[in-house]
């Protein structure tokens, strides 16, 4: 981990870069206050993984981020998974401390870190492999809006009212027009 302090010129592009993170995490934090206790095993599909492993998950990826910006490389092979968390308070818990750490890894890099090359792989074999700035997006972001949607619709299906992500959702339109 390299000791250079990022510039204020490097902290201000780095905002810039990754402004809508901030935003990003809290939505994905007020979708995870809706998981329902006690539904830990449902999955709405056989193939599915059941709702406290993808929300642990979920909860979970933000480790990615502090990856890239603070190891040289991830070998998938030596990656432990978490155990599954089984409570809510466990999850928010888990999530802000690495929301957290995600902050804090962003705020101690520079520019031209997030310019290097970075890589996962399995063994010897790459599996994907780009400069730092361009998988925080891929790996950590774009993957986390990802699975936070298919959290939406398992809570969908359990009649779970779903908080809007970029505006009102269809349950908070509907106590709009109660109001």
């Given amino acids: 981990m390299s000791t250079e302090q990022p510039s204020a010129e490097s902290v ?3 905002e810039l870069l990754y402004a809508d993170f901030a935003a990003e995490h809290i ?3 007020r979708l995870l206050e809706r998981v329902p206790e006690g539904k830990g095993d449902w999955k709405p599909h056989e193939k599915s993984a059941p709702l406290y492993r993808l929300a642990t998950h979920i909860a979970d990826i933000p480790t990615r981020g502090v990856s890239i910006l603070t190891e040289d490389e991830m070998d998938a092979t030596n990656r432990v998974a978490n155990p599954t968390l089984t409570t809510v308070v466990e999850l928010l818990a888990h999530h802000d401390a690495n929301v957290a750490a995600l902050n804090a890894a962003l705020a101690t890099t520079s520019l031209a870190k997030l310019d290097t090359e970075w890589q996962i792989r ?3 074999q790459i599996m994907i492999r780009g400069k730092r700035r361009s998988l925080l997006r891929t790996v950590m972001m774009n993957h986390l809006i990802h699975h936070r949607a298919q959290l939406g619709v398992y809570l969908r299906l359990l009649d779970v009212a779903i908080p809007g992500m970029y505006g009102p959702s269809a349950d908070d339109m509907a106590a ?4």
């Fill in 176 to 179: 709009f027009s109660k109001k």
């Fill in 122 to 124: 399995r063994g010897e």
């Fill in 27 to 29: 939505s994905t934090r």
């Fill in 12 to 14: 201000n592009a780095i």
